[in-house]
């Protein structure tokens, strides 16, 4: 199993342009996250799936979209980059075993820098 | 909408037992503890969870009190390859009983020779 995977690991990105970060998991899970970390600021959810065809927003989800087509695959999008979205992007997902109980699994990140 | 509240940092030597301590006053009753560690570029990894009392796996323990407001999480003899950020995880089952996860910003441990 290759875990959780994301692409691409490094992007530059000027003012205004658009990119989707990819998200895979091969464990069969039913949820799915994406987090930003900046300096300081710990892991904050920007949006979150918890199944097929479903998103919901999380704490910062704004100048952000997601789409999960497909139950391995949870798509972020920036429609329109701004410097304040450079950060480090992590995918994780999980599967409950009951509504609280958990174990998120985490990609290798992807470091995205706006100019 | 941070639910735990961890120490920003500590220091500690090769050797020396750590116990990292978090509160979460409003730990709702279905609602686990988990533990986190996470290396410099790297992402988080699961260390351990626990809902009450006592748990130990091969890596660390976590303690929990009755009222479950706080835990913490003890690591044994700790060695320089423990020196990572740690972050403490409670369920939040507040939004129409979707679990979302609600990470604070974490204990930067440092492990000195």
């Known amino acids: 199993n290759a875990g959780v995977t994301q692409t691409p690991k490094f992007r530059v990105l000027k003012t205004g342009q658009s990119m989707t970060l990819l998200c895979a998991q091969d464990?069969?899970?039913?949820?799915m996250y994406w987090y930003r970390q900046d300096p300081g600021m710990g892991l904050r959810l920007i949006h979150y799936s918890v199944g097929e065809g479903t998103t919901a927003k999380g704490e910062v989800p704004d100048g952000y979209n997601v789409s999960r087509l497909k139950k391995q695959n949870f798509l972020l999008g920036l429609e329109s980059a701004a410097p304040s979205q450079t950060s480090v992007y992590f995918c994780?997902?999980?599967?409950?075993?009951?509504?609280?109980?958990?174990?998120?699994?985490f990609g290798p990140g992807t470091r995205l820098l706006v100019l | 909408l941070a639910k735990t509240t961890q120490p920003i940092s500590m220091d500690s030597y090769e050797g020396q037992e750590v116990n990292i301590t978090c509160s979460h006053n409003?730990?709702?009753?279905?609602?686990?503890i988990t533990w986190y560690q996470q290396f410099p570029s790297q992402g988080p990894r699961f260390i351990i969870q626990?809902?009450?009392t006592k748990v130990t796996n091969e890596v660390a323990s976590l303690f929990i009190p009755a009222d479950r407001k706080s835990s913490t999480l003890s690591l044994p003899r700790v060695s320089l390859s423990d020196t990572a950020v740690y972050y403490c995880?409670?369920?939040?089952?507040?939004?129409?009983?979707?679990?979302?996860?609600?990470f604070g910003r974490g204990t930067s441990l440092i492990v000195h020779p």
């Open positions: 626990g809902y009450k």
């Open positions: 995880l409670v369920g939040d089952t507040e939004s129409g009983g979707s679990y979302i996860p609600t």
């Open positions: 409003n730990i709702a009753t279905n609602d686990y």
């Open positions: 994780a997902s999980s599967y409950p075993i009951d509504s609280t109980e958990e174990t998120q699994y």
């Open positions: 464990m069969n899970h039913e949820y």
